[in-house]
Antibody, heavy 120, light 110 residues
Framework: QVHLVQSGAEVKKPGASVTVACKTSGYKFNFYALHWVRQAPGHNLEWMGWINGGSGDPHYSQKFQDRLTISRDTSATTVFLELSSLRADDSAFYYC?????????????WGQGTLVSVSS | QSALTQPASVSGSPGQSITISCTGSSNDIGSYHVVSWYQQDPGKAPRLIIYEGTKRPSGVSNRFSGSKSGNTASLTISGLQVEDESDYYCCSYAGDNIWIFGGGTKLTVL
């Protein structure tokens, strides 16, 4: 059974960086892409970027290109999101989601979400 | 890349059918058969209910169906049930390894 388990809530000050981990299990890590999606409370889903589980190549939304890094540790089957230069409007739930190639890239499994709060 | 356009809210009575539209452009929905739909209950992660525009994952009720015409995708829920009350989001591939979500639609079952 596929599981995506994310690291715990974070509280950060403006200008700091945050790293969120997504530990995967139950499937062949290298065969699937992993995406990151965020959602500010009461707002819509916002796609941030993804990483190829096999090659490790990341791809980013233009909005976050300058301060987002997505990486992976294949031995730990874990994907990481690092967002730098945090601002108050980065406060949101951050979700990892597996893209299933057999479902035309549909995000078929999701992590439970990690709340990142940015406040001075 | 702007978000795909969805109505902010729709409503219906139990047993009725409703349709939620998702309008994009020739750069996303119009060019790719890679539209998916998600249901999100309050405080929960989204759940995939439609992929590749029209297909349902295993375990999703056949009351949910998807379609696409030109730059617009649609989600139809037939035989509305109280438990269908939720937020719904569309998502499309937009080329160049980029994906984009819709603004979300709140469904109220009256």
């Amino acid at each position: 059974q596929v599981h995506l388990v994310q690291s715990g809530a974070e509280v950060k000050k403006p200008g700091a960086s945050v790293t969120v981990a997504c530990k995967t299990s139950g499937y062949k890590f290298n065969f699937y892409a992993l995406h990151w999606v965020r959602q500010a409370p009461g707002h819509n889903l916002e796609w941030m970027g993804w990483i190829n589980g096999g090659s490790g190549d990341p791809h980013y939304s233009q909005k976050f290109q300058d301060r987002l890094t997505i990486s992976r540790d294949t031995s730990a089957t874990t994907v990481f999101l690092e967002l730098s230069s945090l601002r108050a409007d980065d406060s949101a739930f951050y979700y990892c989601a597996r893209a299933n190639y057999e479902m035309a890239g549909g995000f078929d499994s999701w992590g439970q979400g990690t709340l990142v709060s940015v406040s001075s | 890349q702007s978000a795909l356009t969805q109505p902010a809210s729709v409503s219906g009575s139990p047993g009725q059918s409703i349709t939620i539209s998702c309008t994009g452009s020739s750069n996303d929905i119009g060019s790719y058969h890679v539209v998916s739909w998600y249901q999100q209950d309050p405080g929960k992660a989204p759940r995939l209910i439609i992929y590749e525009g029209t297909k349902r994952p295993s375990g999703v009720s056949n009351r949910f169906s998807g379609s696409k015409s030109g730059n617009t995708a649609s989600l139809t829920i037939s035989g509305l049930q109280v438990e269908d009350e939720s937020d719904y989001y569309c998502c499309s591939y937009a080329g160049d390894n980029i994906w984009i979500f819709g603004g979300g639609t709140k469904l109220t079952v009256l």
